[in-house]
C-alpha cells in the first residue's frame, strides 16, 4: 500500500479506532472516496476491545470493497505484539523509541525477526516523538529528533517496511503553529529509503501535509481529529436531544468521525486512489 503511496505520490491515512463506530466510519469513508486506508489500534483500544475488537477490524477490512489492513500502533510490549499477530494483525509498530539506541534496534529487530514468520510487516521510529505537555528545553527537544546520520544504518539494521520520524510533530493537539522541520525532512529521505511515517498528523495545515508528501511521507498517523469529532457528535447530540436513542447516538457520532476522515483523505491525496 505504502509502495503505491510512493510511485503515484500521496500518503495513506492511518486513523486510530476504539470500537465499532471507528472501525464503521473509517471504512464507510474510504469505500466512499475510494481511498485505501489503515485501521490502526493502538494498545489502549486492544487492552479495551480485546479479540473481539481486532476480529471486528479484520472482518470489516476484509469486506470492504477498498484496500485497507489492521495496524498496531505504537506497541512497546513483544507479548502484546506477538499476540496481535497471532489474531491476525499483520502491520505493526515496534515503538522502542523510550530506549536507548541499541535497545531500539535490538527491540525492532527482534519484532521484525518475529513478524517476517508471520509475513507481517514492522514500523519503527527513530527518535523519540514529543507530547505537547512535555515542556522541553531546546537541546532536550532537539535530541530527540530523528537523526539522518543514523536514518540508513537504523533501517538497515532493522530491516524495517517504514520508518516514523519526528520533525517537530507532536501527539495531540499543537499548543502554536506546528513547526516541522523540512529540511531535516528533506535529510532522512536522502538516506532512507522505506516509505517514512508522520505521527501526530491531527492538526496540520493543507501546505504541511502537501509538503511532507512531497518529501516522502507515505502514512499520516491521525488520533485526535477524528476522536474529538466523535465526541463532540456524542455531546452535540445529547445536548439537542436528551435521551436520544443509542443506535442513533452512534450514528451521529459515526458520521461526525466519518467526516473528518474523508476530508483528511482528500488532504492527503488518497481520496480517489482505488478503482471503483
Ligand atoms: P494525533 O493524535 O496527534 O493525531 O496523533 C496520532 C498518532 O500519531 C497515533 O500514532
Excluded at 22 to 51: D, F, N, T
Excluded at 60 to 84: G, K, M, Y
Aim: charged share 20%; with cysteine.
Amino acid at each position: 500500500m505504502l509502495q503505491d503511496a510512493d510511485r503515484r505520490n500521496y500518503a495513506v491515512g492511518a486513523f486510530n479506532i476504539y470500537n465499532l463506530e471507528g472501525i464503521k466510519a473509517v471504512i464507510s469513508a474510504a469505500e466512499a472516496v475510494r481511498s485505501p486506508v489503515i485501521l490502526q489500534l493502538h494498545p489502549a483500544a486492544v487492552k479495551y476491545g480485546g479479540k473481539t475488537l481486532i476480529a471486528a477490524a479484520r472482518q470489516a477490512v476484509q469486506d470492504c470493497s477498498v484496500r485497507a489492513l489492521v495496524h498496531l500502533d505504537h506497541a512497546t510490549d513483544r507479548e502484546l505484539i506477538l499476540s496481535c499477530m497471532q489474531a491476525g494483525i499483520r502491520s505493526v509498530m515496534a515503538d522502542g523509541s523510550h530506549l536507548s539506541l541499541d535497545g531500539n534496534v535490538a527491540f525492532t529487530r527482534e519484532i521484525g525477526n518475529a513478524a517476517r514468520e508471520q509475513n507481517a510487516f514492522v514500523e519503527a521510529e527513530l527518535g523519540r516523538l514529543s507530547g505537547t505537555e512535555d515542556g522541553l528545553s531546546v537541546a532536550e527537544y532537539e535530541a530527540r529528533l530523528t537523526d539522518p546520520a543514523i536514518a540508513s544504518a537504523f533501517v538497515r539494521d532493522t530491516g524495517v517496511h517504514c520508518l516514523a520520524v519526528c520533525i517537530g510533530n507532536v501527539h495531540g493537539h499543537y499548543r502554536s503553529e506546528p513547526r516541522l522541520d523540512f529540511h531535516l525532512l528533506e535529510r532522512i529521505r536522502k538516506q532512507v529509503h522505506v516509505p517514512l511515517v508522520l505521527h501526530g498528523a491531527s492538526g496540520l495545515s493543507e501546505a504541511h501535509v502537501r509538503e511532507s508528501i512531497q518529501l516522502g511521507i507515505r502514512k499520516f498517523n491521525v488520533n485526535t481529529e477524528v476522536r474529538d469529532a466523535f465526541l463532540s457528535a456524542l455531546s452535540r447530540t445529547l445536548n439537542d436531544k436528551p435521551g436520544t436513542d443509542l443506535v442513533d447516538l452512534m450514528l451521529n457520532g459515526v458520521a461526525g468521525m466519518r467526516a473528518v476522515v474523508i476530508e483528511k483523505m482528500g488532504l492527503f491525496g488518497s481520496a480517489g486512489k482505488d478503482p471503483q
